[in-house]
């Protein structure tokens, strides 16, 4: 059993949709057995309702897994998404740090709320990307990790994918545009060593991406997109389980 809770936005009006899901589905329905706080279970077509809130909640996510097709959404697409997180975090465990949540005093004052600031520049690459790099990486089949995984980015991406390869022992070239900062590029190199190879192409990052697809389809290799990934979405998710 798991219990999601996501605010939906529609209209300027902000609602709190609660769903409390099981952990199998209804395979001709389509959805989720789903129980509300004042309602019953509705297997099936009677979920038209509480699908449509979800699909609406997902139209207003800018990132959005691939598995899931915008304008469809169900409450199993979302169940989907959080068992990735729930799985993510057990793979997570021992490799980031558990960053704490640090009160902002002028944040706070200056927007009349208790706001709180959750500290990962406090992980070895300063970054959160840390989660979804290492998340993805991990999760790839034995046949998937006997092939080199490649990335493009100018900076943290980039380092989360180094130091995934090297905890994990996977080899991996990553694409850098020719204008990224030398500090960057030799923290790429300090997180990736000997198993990491950078490459420098074009000025933007726009270009260094499409050297680092162009590289996957002659290198037969795993191409770590820097969000649009379920994975990738699942690892940064666990900031929220902690």
């Not at 100018?154 to 080899?171: D, E, K, Y």
């Not at 162009?214 to 666990?238: D, N």
Request: hydrophobic residues 40%.
């Amino acid at each position: 059993m798991s219990q999601l809770v996501q605010p939906v936005t529609r209209s300027g009006e902000r609602t709190l949709a609660r769903w409390r899901t099981s952990s199998t589905a209804n395979d001709s329905g389509g959805a989720a057995e789903v129980s509300g706080a004042n309602s019953t279970s509705r297997p099936g077509p009677a979920m038209d309702q509480e699908n449509a809130i979800a699909a609406s909640w997902c139209r207003s996510s800018s990132d959005m897994p691939d598995t899931v097709a915008r304008g469809a959404v169900t409450i199993r697409s979302l169940m989907e998404v959080t068992r990735a997180v729930e799985d993510a975090e057990h793979r997570l465990r021992g490799v980031v740090t558990l960053t704490p949540l640090q009160p902002s005093p002028r944040l706070s004052e200056l927007y009349g709320a208790n706001i709180l600031i959750k500290r990962e520049d406090m992980q070895a690459i300063r970054s959160f990307k840390i989660r979804g790099a290492y998340n993805k990486i991990a999760s790839l089949s034995a046949d998937e990790r006997s092939r080199p995984v490649v990335c493009a980015s100018a900076g943290n991406h980039a380092q989360g994918v180094a130091s995934a390869c090297a905890r994990l022992n996977i080899r991996g070239t990553i694409f850098m545009p020719r204008i990224t900062p030398t500090q960057k590029v030799e923290r790429v190199d300090q997180f990736g060593g000997k198993l990491v190879e950078i490459r420098l192409a074009g000025d933007s990052y726009d270009e260094a991406s499409e050297a680092a697809e162009a590289y996957r389809a002659q290198a037969g290799a795993i191409f770590v997109h820097p969000y649009e990934c379920l994975a990738k979405m699942a690892g940064q998710g666990t900031v929220c389980v902690e």
